[in-house]
């Protein structure tokens, strides 16, 4: 079996060659065209030296062009390596080096960037442009690069590339919240498995063999599907891989605006929209509610990789009664774990609460299997299909990897509880865990009761130095645009939530939380907020815990 990504594609295309494959804008093309343009961007990469294992950064928005992009090196054998298009020179400078790019596919509104970074790293040896439609003077010709459509144009649109494996290498590099980039690898079939499709997300059966999901989407006319989060992000990516896998329409908007998602959901009749929890969640809620937009067509919503939490859940079915909500746990390290569907009028203060995944588990702290008891707490850890590391850099690829009862499992740091019901409940990141007294809080549980106030937009927490406590719960708080912080009510409003030693003791105010491109909270900025900036509140002096 050929479970590698370019073959999979390719048997999508066979199936249904002539139904749109991606639609960005105005611009539409269909499995056919994607393929044709993918495989003359391929050859033109193979005849300037980008064969097997070459790594070719791809440097560009939500784009029909990136897409192409990652096809074609993967037709190659080749590893398309995600750039964060928000970096600033001394991350590209870092990106470009570790990653070994020797190619690079960026849209032109980078030149200067690209001009400035390109002359530390003699191995990057070709560059090609996208026309995007900004900065028409940028002159990536100083640089010997080379515009996309001529490369396409002068190529071959043939699939005569050579026989490919699923032990061919996929990378994602993946930013977390702290620090330079990662890249986790990959083997194309472990990848597909756990984030393609290839093992069901909710059966937990695998896939017969490579033309089933291409064989079902010809049978069912595929859907609509709107990945709203950047391709820079392992979520996207594989929502655009999964949809495409299985002959169904792929929508994007360049950049994450509500209001223009609203639009291409109306405009294109999207059936399916791909979210990263809260950070595009509740913009998305604001847009719809101050637009008047048709979103009948839509009939789920996916979140994937960050918080989404309860009350935002609720938002979003009082707005769009027809749809079905659901959320998946899980990280560029660990592939899918586990998903759930959203109902009604639910505990405010949970977080995602799912059904864990094929070959998921929690270990305590000696990486021992923990019963699944309700309550009991632990790290969340999957085996099965799991990566082969983080790319050149062993010693920290040793600290995810555990063995447990004789099999190998990664365990990426989230931790979570089991449930009366049998599902778990997702906790968050062990790093980023409040030690108050002796007393654990994690902090998208405080985030979450925080969020599901009227006038709390957004919310970050963290811990705070307290001489007796060692650490008290801080929060940094984003009012609701044309309310007022009513300090009060906002704890009675979370005390009725969660546990008195959860709430915070220290709140400070921001006119937009920090996160990260990917929708991620970014705990760093927070950290640095708290140390710089005056609290609106700050009852230093703890209340009696409950």
């Known amino acids: 079996m050929a479970l590698n990504i370019a073959d999979l594609l390719e048997h999508a295309v066979d199936a249904v060659p002539d139904r749109t494959a991606i639609v960005c804008g105005a611009r539409r093309v269909t499995f056919a065209e994607l393929e044709q343009r993918a495989n003359r961007l391929a050859h033109h990469l193979a005849a300037h030296g980008v064969g097997k294992g070459s790594h070719i950064g791809v440097y560009s928005r939500n784009s029909i ?143 017969a063999d490579e033309w089933q999901l291409a064989n079902e989407g010809k049978e069912s006319g595929g859907l609509v599907r709107l990945p709203a989060a950047p391709l820079i992000h392992g979520a996207a990516q594989w929502a655009a891989f999964g949809a495409l896998f299985g002959g169904s329409t792929v929508v994007f908007v360049p950049q994450f605006d509500p209001h223009a998602i609203w639009q291409a959901v109306q405009d294109n009749k999207v059936q399916v929209l791909t979210i990263v929890g809260d950070a595009m969640a509740r913009p998305l809620v604001e847009a719809y509610r101050s637009g008047s937009y048709d979103a009948s067509s839509l009939v789920a919503v996916s979140s994937h990789a960050a918080l989404f939490s309860q009350s935002v859940k609720q938002e979003f079915l009082e707005l769009l009664p027809q749809v079905v909500i659901t959320d998946a746990i899980g990280s560029s390290e660990s592939g899918f774990t586990g998903i759930g569907m959203v109902t009604k009028d639910a505990d405010h203060s949970a977080g995602p609460r799912v059904n864990f995944g094929r070959d998921a588990i929690l270990l305590d702290e000696d990486n021992r299997r923990i019963d699944p008891v309700p309550g009991a707490t632990g790290r969340i850890a999957r085996g099965g299909h799991v990566p082969l590391g983080y790319y050149k850099d062993p010693a920290k690829s040793e600290t995810i990897f555990v063995e447990v009862d004789g099999a190998r499992y990664v365990v990426p740091g989230d931790y979570a509880r089991y449930e009366e019901d049998g599902t778990v409940t997702l906790l968050g990141r062990g790093s980023q865990c409040v030690n108050t007294g002796g007393e654990k809080v994690f902090p998208e549980e405080v985030e979450g009761a925080l969020k599901s106030h009227p006038d709390v937009f957004d919310a970050l927490v963290v811990g705070v130095p307290d001489e007796r406590l060692g650490q008290r719960v801080g929060a940094v708080v984003q009012i609701r645009p044309g309310k007022q912080a009513d300090f009060a009510d906002i704890e009675a409003h979370v005390r009725g939530l969660i546990a008195g030693y959860k709430v915070p003791r220290t709140v400070w105010l921001t006119a937009e939380i920090g996160r990260t491109p990917t929708g991620k909270p970014d705990y760093s900025w927070a950290q640095r907020y708290v140390t710089e900036h005056e609290p609106a509140v700050d009852r230093s002096q703890p209340a009696a815990q409950s």
């Not at 900065?135 to 010709?141: I, S, T």
Request: proline share 3%; no cysteine.
């Open 65 to 207: 062009e990136a897409m192409e992009t990652m096809i074609a090196a993967y037709k190659l054998r080749a590893v398309a390596i995600n750039v964060n298009y928000r970096y600033v020179h001394a991350e590209l400078d870092y990106l470009f080096g570790n990653a070994d790019l020797v190619a690079l596919v960026h849209e032109r509104r980078y030149a200067d960037t690209v001009a400035g970074v390109l002359p530390d790293h003699p191995q990057l040896k070709h560059v090609v442009v996208i026309d995007d439609g900004s900065a028409p003077d940028a002159d990536y010709e100083r640089y010997g690069g080379v515009d996309y459509e001529a490369a396409l144009a002068a190529s071959s649109p043939e699939r005569d590339f050579g026989e490919r494996s699923a032990d061919d290498v996929y990378i994602l590099y993946t930013g977390g919240t702290t620090g330079y980039p990662k890249g986790v690898l990959w083997r194309h079939e472990d990848v597909w498995r756990v984030l393609g499709g290839g093992i069901n997300f909710v059966t937990g059966e695998y896939v």
